[in-house]
């Protein structure tokens, strides 16, 4: 390119320059012809004191600044820089207006060229990034940026990003060029100037596309490329011997350790989908269980010419199924397989639809920035998987016109062949694994028409989710702003959703379709009152709850049970309003089934835009239809087997209010819907049994032991050497005092704790309250400054995010709670201190929990040691299982929770555990134990 492009970085004293906020330092890096050509760095005295965090935060103190220039003095380089060039930095808007701002103060116009921001850039050209942070661009990037937060340093990191994403942005076909061109004036930076001159450049060039990409419809996306038929020897023995399977592995791994209970797994498979038998397979930590069940799986699908199913909870562990374990997989094989990630069609997009909104001009920021997104997305996906790009909350919205569905009129038949949901359904008829979700698989199970292709052999990758997964799917919910978004899409006459569209189309036909013409203004009418009664409902639905729920104005968020037998004025009024939403829908649906029916009825011409508009209308009644269904069963016929419960957010009541119900048990349906129908399912997961029995887990998920193998592994991780567990004996019982007072208590052993271990350390709280109370007393401590304090929900970021920040310092503690449990994998010394705050037993007032535990009683049954116990046991082994994720790894284990010794089921806990040695210390002699141990 030959543009001039300066790559500016500012630090300053706060993000507010009006409230009297400085720059102390400031860097500039030149850009020409895709080169570095100059730098220029200044420090800056702001004539006032560095903030304490700001110090932390850069490096920079007031005596480093002491003898620096002002920014007057500097202010005529500052400009000579900018002078007829793109003024570009990460997140410019901010660099730029605090630089405006200087150059006021200090008598100058400012600068008014072009401006470039390398967040937004970064964006729409690497839309499957999971952060467009610096750091964490330079880090995928492979850039070197030895000192985050110096204006010097940022600045150089940010010039070379900008070299990568000119290159990247010149190398795009001219055809995907036009296009964001035309959708870059909705952007906040100067991209359509740039794209401009590029394709100016451009112009001049006669452009072939490379064979991986081709051009349909106006769109260029990656090519469909059919992949050949493999041939499978007819059939290759299973590797009984353990010496055939170690040959095996050692094809993939360079440095194999031989573990005795991997190959003890492989075998229990392989003799459970011979004997058609269901098994429950719990596998310790370390054991390899995906290779685990992959390598018997694959072996018996060979020879059988059957598909296996192999479903996990969690889309991190499809992640590593495909891109870890499965390579490694097909290097120990000796015949090809072939795998199939199979999700929701709305996972996919709709190519149709989306060649539609491309036409659509009347967008705001999020959709342009999405738009330009899917367009470079679509030069490198192979799936069309929303779960591959990374999408704002207003890009989300977007996703839902441009998702694939299943209504009944067909999109452009061109774009069939493009299918990306039609191609995953169609290879995974002839593929030898698909994998999915338990989501996915408990849909296409209670769903009419079955998705997958026809299995016999199963696989449950953590198997303990099965249960609790299910329950949602055999259940049903109502969510206000659900309903309300489903509404919006049709609209209103005026607003010119589906609505006036739909009516347009008719007005149009109307001498084909010989309809009887329906005012909008009735139609309007309709909607308003279905809007209204929408409203009551759920103002009804959320006062029920606050009035039933004690200190409910104290609390964030509650929940209450439906209780129908209660009788009460507020049941009747919850009951008389959803009866009129329920008949007013009603209205809805049968004037679109008259519309929607007369189309069908009569062979008649429509444009491609018109069959997308059918699809569309045709897909919003099927959903009315299930909302109408759904509020039978929750409110007007609901059953005595389902639990139902109301979830209120009481901060904003009208916004996030849901109705759930769900079977009481689900052990029969998942008996009688799956289990009794498959030939094989093998369940696994690192917990699955309680105090060495399986008992538990038969009977949540409805089995019974005859009819299956069941088989503990043990880890091969020596946790007797590696793993100490202390229980604190100088804390309060934690239901002897209030929640401060505890709070306070454990904060003080936190600290303490800490800075023996030097951080590396993960709370688990089984309350976000309390992990709140906790976070903030730390803060206020003051004790723990040189540490990098990380709360789940405070600190932001998600689950994978915190995580790896969490690694990368070396003084770090993060809280957690819920999700955190399990699933997240720190090894070695990033992680030496687990702390579990308390037993994780499920609070006794949560509905399902409420609900369990009535009906073991009402069956003669002991609640707490058939219900709450051991899925409390189950939990408190996956939060036990975060610390030791290695041979190498050592550590400390503190659970807080004195009821561990002082009652009877307390042992139960460490039962259900590797055998570690169990200290019962005060927290000076736990300090001690840590000092000697590590």
Partial sequence: MSNRFVVVDLETTGNAPKKGD???????????????????????????????????????????????????????????????????????????????????????????????????????????????????????????????????????????????????????????????????????????????????????????????????????????????????????????????????LLKAFHEYEKRSGQFKMMDSVFRSFSDQKHALIEAGTGVGKSIGYLLPAAFFGNERKEPIVISTHTTQLQEQLLNKDIPYLEKMLPFEISIVLLKGRSHYISLAKFEQTLKEEDDNYDTCLTKMQVLTWLLETETGDRDEINLSSGGLIYWNKIKNDDAAYFQHKSWMNYDFYLRARKAAQNADFIITNHSFLLTDLVSEQ???????????????????????????????????????QFGLYEQKQYHYQFEQLIKEKASALKLESRHSFEVNQLLGEITYEMDEFFRTVALLATKKVKNSSAMSRITYRLKEEEKSKEWSALKACGERFYFLIKDLVDYLNERLSAFTKIDIVLSNEQKLLLQEVSAFRNDLEGLRENLKKLILKPSEENVAWIDVDVRAPQNSTTIYAQPITIAEQLKGEFFNKKKSVVITSATLSVKNSFDYMLRELGLNEENCNLEQIESPFHYKEQVQLVIPNDLPEINSVSVDEYVAAITEHIISIAEATKGRMLILFTSYDMLRRTYHLMKESGLLEDYVLMGQGITGGSRTRLTRNFQRFDKAILLGTSSFWEGIDIPGEDLSCLIIVRLPFSPPYEPLTEAKCNLIQKNGGNPFSEYSLPEAIIRFKQGFGRLIRSTQDRGFVVVFDKRLYTTSYGKAFLQSIPEVPVNKLDINETLDLIEKWM
Avoid at 50 to 65: A, C, K, Q
Avoid at 456 to 468: A, Q, S
Wanted: aromatic share 10%.
């Fill in 22 to 248: 400085k720059l102390i330092q400031f860097a500039a890096v030149v850009v020409e012809d895709g080169e570095i050509v100059e730098q220029f760095s200044s420090l800056v005295n702001p004539g006032r004191e560095i903030p304490l965090f700001i110090e932390e935060l850069t490096g920079l103190t007031d005596e480093m600044v002491r003898d620096a220039p002002a920014f007057e003095e500097i202010a005529p380089k500052v400009l000579t820089l900018l002078d007829d060039a793109y003024f570009v930095a990460h997140n410019v808007l901010f660099d730029l207006s605090f630089l405006q701002e200087e150059l006021v103060n200090a008598g100058y116009e400012g600068f008014l060229g072009p401006v470039l921001d390398t967040v937004e850039m970064s964006r729409f050209l690497f839309p499957t990034y999971d952060s467009y942070k610096l750091n964490e661009l330079a880090i995928r990037e492979g850039l070197n940026h030895e000192r985050p937060h110096q204006a010097d340093s940022d600045a150089y990191v940010t010039a070379e990003l900008l070299i990568i994403l000119l290159k990247r942005l010149w190398n795009l076909p001219q055809v995907t060029l036009e296009q964001l061109h035309k959708l870059s004036g909705g952007l906040k930076s100067d991209v359509a100037l740039l794209l401009d001159d590029m394709l100016l450049e451009k112009e001049r060039t006669i452009e072939e596309l490379p064979h991986s990409l081709e051009r349909h419809r106006g769109i260029v996306l990656k090519g469909f490329e059919n992949k050949k038929e493999q041939t499978t020897p007819s059939s290759i023995p299973y590797p009984h011997q353990d010496e055939e399977k170690e040959a095996m």
């Fill in 450 to 488: 079955s998705i997958l292709p026809r299995y016999d052999y199963c696989v449950l990758d953590e198997g303990h989710h099965f249960e609790k997964a299910a329950g949602k799917y055999f259940g049903s919910s109502l969510d206000y702003l659900d309903i309300r978004i489903l509404l919006s």
